[in-house]
């Protein structure tokens, strides 16, 4: 049979494990139905202290879980303890282990079903017919390990080892802050074979118990200097807090990447600064300026906040499918956002604040409002079937969609009109790092009723009624 997992399968024969990277890790998993990803990782965040650790650390929290994977499907079993002899694990082995079980909800995830999936016809094509069982018996483990000042966090305790089963996957669901980490693989007269690091989310290890040892070298927090030294040396955002660049903050949040915020007032001009107009000749923000390009060379500098939300959501491997239908399924709602939802509804906003001075605006404000109310529909009845904008999958362009939203009501709209656009506004809005991308840099901005009626005046004058920047001579 050949299909997608056949390379991997190849690769295990060959070697014993195959060290499977995300963007290719994401492509299998999405066939077996991979959805919700981003909240399926949140689990992470609820794991108990794994209290038998011999070693008496407590830097490994985990949930425990057991399935029956057969052709006709794949089930969970009740909850038992996890037995390991001391052959294998000397350590912690030899005892019945009664680990907290993954909640339901992670039991019936997508994205834990498609993991079990794509395992299940993996392993099961490599194990000789006579060796197959009717129906596996699989066991998952959520695990997290810690560190913390001056203590190292041990992801295979028990040092280079086998677990005593027949196949074992090793995926990473998220690393942060933390460094080393290796995995190294070994033959069985324990020569290593191989070294990776799992580093971003997806990342796997796919190893054959029966033929190869594997150990991980403990983790260890990163220095709080080099952080700050690496990551602020890496994004710079020229950024002023308003909806266009609230976009990028919310998916720098959601990246967990640290970024350097250089404001660009708008009200004072910047955007019209010889070395602004150097990076966005449109003299708009936001613009990002990456020093750490992928493949190195010189920094790269992105203007158009939906091509910046392209390019990070891409560098990083998440929220941006890069197969062909998920990659366009979302760069068309990025576009229509670009190209619909933020001019309309900005356009709706400047007339409707313009007030007596600008004229008789009544056709202009109809018009606007109308455009709005006929935009919100548009989002509304495409999320009456599904639950975000692309489809199952948090995306960016959700996360593009929902900073023109707040303002709703100077929109002229009431949003209770919408209830499927209601559901979607309210469960974006409550996520952690749409909350902190939103909070980012309001503290830069300036309260007009502070202004003298001469910075008043100045500040409408950069702002409105701008015409082309003669061309250089
Ligand atoms: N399509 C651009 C729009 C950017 C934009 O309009 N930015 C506004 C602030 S939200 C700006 O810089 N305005 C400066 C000005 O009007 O002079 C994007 O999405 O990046």
Not at 100 to 120: F, K, S
Not at 444 to 458: I, M
């Amino acid at each position: 049979m050949t299909d997608s997992l056949t390379p991997v399968a190849d690769t295990i024969r060959r070697n014993g494990f195959a060290f499977v990277r995300a963007p290719e890790m994401r492509l299998l998993l999405q066939e077996a139905g991979l959805a919700d990803w981003e909240d399926f990782a949140a689990t992470w965040g609820h794991l108990g202290v794994d209290a038998y650790m011999a070693d008496g650390g407590r830097y490994r929290r985990r949930r425990f879980g057991v399935f029956r994977a057969a052709p006709a499907g794949i089930t969970r079993k009740p909850h038992q303890p996890h037995y390991q002899s001391r052959d294998y694990n000397p350590l912690n082995g030899g005892i019945e282990r009664w680990f907290e079980p993954v909640t339901d909800a992670v039991a019936r995830h997508p994205a834990l079903t498609a993991i079990l999936r794509t395992c299940h016809s993996l392993f099961d094509r490599l194990t000789p017919a006579e060796l197959r069982p009717e129906a596996w018996h699989v066991e998952i483990h959520q695990f997290r390990i810690e560190t913390r000042p001056g203590q190292e966090g041990r992801p295979t305790p028990e040092g280079m080892h086998r677990d005593g089963v027949d196949w074992v996957l090793v995926l990473m669901v998220r690393r942060e802050n933390v460094a080393s980490g290796e995995t190294t693989i070994y033959d069985l007269v324990r020569r290593p074979l191989g070294s990776f690091t799992l580093t971003a989310p997806l990342d796997s290890a796919l190893v054959d118990d029966s033929r190869v040892y594997h150990g991980v070298t403990p983790v260890v927090r990163r220095p709080k200097t080099q952080q700050k030294e690496k990551e602020l040396a890496m994004l710079d955002l020229h950024f002023w807090p308003t909806p266009n660049g609230k976009k990028v903050t919310i998916l720098l949040e959601e990246l967990g990447l640290d970024y350097n915020l250089v404001p660009c007032n708008i009200g004072r001009g910047d955007q019209f600064k010889p070395g602004f107009l150097k990076i966005n000749p449109n003299h708009r923000m936001p613009v990002l300026v990456d020093h750490n390009p992928k493949g190195g060379g010189a920094p790269i500098s992105i203007f158009e906040s939906g091509a910046i939300m392209m390019y990070l959501a891409e560098k990083e491997g998440r929220f941006f499918p890069q197969d062909l239908r998920g990659k366009y399924e979302i760069t068309q709602w990025v576009m229509w956002q670009m190209a619909n939802q933020g001019p309309k509804l900005g356009e709706c906003g400047h007339f409707r604040r313009a007030g007596p001075d600008a004229g008789d605006l009544s056709y202009a404000i109809r018009r606007f409002t109308d455009e709005a109310n006929r935009l919100y529909g548009v989002m509304n009845n495409r999320l009456y079937d599904r639950r975000y904008l692309a489809g199952d999958e948090y995306t960016i362009a959700d996360m593009i969609s929902y900073p023109w939203t707040v303002n709703a009501e100077a929109q002229g709209q009431d949003i209770g009109e919408f209830k499927y656009f209601k559901r979607w506004f309210d469960e974006v809005g409550n996520r952690p790092a749409v909350k902190r991308g939103m909070e980012t840099g309001n503290n830069l901005r300036v309260d007009p009723a502070t202004l003298s009626d001469e910075e008043r005046a100045q500040m409408r004058k950069i702002m409105y009624n701008q015409r082309a920047i003669p061309a250089p001579a």
